[in-house]
Each structure stands twice: as C-alpha cells, then as structure tokens.
C-alpha cells in the first residue's frame, strides 16, 4: 500500500472514530447557563466507555479551576403550586476539581430565588461512581417557575441520569443550607 494511501486510510478512521463518539444534543429543553456558560458544553452521551450511554453531560472544556455552570431546565410552576417539589437524580463525576451537585430555584412574581438549593454544602468531588441525589423545595402558591439540574464548578465533567420531579409528603425534609458564619471576604 502506497504511503499516501495509508496516510489517508488512518485520517478516515481517526474521523469515523471521532465522530463515532460525538455526543448527541441535549434536548432543547435543557440549557447551559451560569456566569461561564461559555466555558461549558453538554450534550447527552453516546459513548458506553463511562458506563453513562444516554446520561446528559455538562463539562468545563477550559482550564479555568474557578469557572462554573450548569445544565439546567426551566419549566412553569403551576402543577406544583403550594407542595414540596423533590428533583431526584443518579450522577457521576470525572475529576471535578471543585464540586459538583444538583440543584434547584423556585421563582415567584417580584421574587428571584423564592427558595433555592444547589448542594454547595454537600459537594461531589474528584471521581465518584453513580450516586442518587436529592434537592426538595417547598413551592410556594404564587411560585412562577421551577429551575432545576446540575452545577459543575470547577474543572471536569459530571453526568446525570434518571431524573425525576415531583411532589413528596412534608415528612421529606427541606433542603437547607448548613447554618455557618459567612466570610467577609471570598475566598479567589
């Protein structure tokens, strides 16, 4: 075979692979936001290499340590009005260097962030295998929207799978934050 020829086979390959492994778009329910969004993709995974075929993805594709974002999906709050509202989802990480966590954001009219959570105080880090979480918030009855997905912050990638949104009994705990003096200063 001719060096060109071999050349050219070996390039023809290495695309087919590369495309092979592409992910699939998100649905277009799902958007990528945060104050870095550009720093982010997403996508849902066609590869069976992580064990996460069909898990949607969000992934810091810069070197940036203190970049964040997240995969979220907005929908209205009239199904849940006045009930205490559980997003529930397997995820998995990959050398998340800050954290990573679900989250979830009930806003009313005048009010952004009536109740929020996004698992800051209960971080995923580095490499973990498939994990079920929970954010549960309560609906209030003049809630407009529900906000929901994954945060990642930081480098890496985190997946999520199986997910699930709907109404549990007030013997569910509300998500809170864990009560502790806050910093005068950030810490960079």
Known sequence: MKPHTVLLAAMATTSLLALAAAPDPLP??????????????????????????????????????QAWGSLTQVISAKNYLGKRLQFKARIKTEDISNYAGLWMRIDAPNRHSAAFYNSADKPIRGSTDWQERTVTLDVPPNAAVVAFGVVGSGRGQVWIDGLTLEPVGQEVPVDRFASRPLPAQPTL
Not at 34 to 46: I, L, N, Q, R
């Open 28 to 65: 277009a329910a799902w958007v990528v936001g945060g104050p870095a969004a550009d720093k982010f993709s997403a996508g849902v995974e066609t590869s069976d290499a992580k064990d996460a075929r069909g898990a949607k993805f969000l992934r810091n594709e810069s070197a940036d340590a």
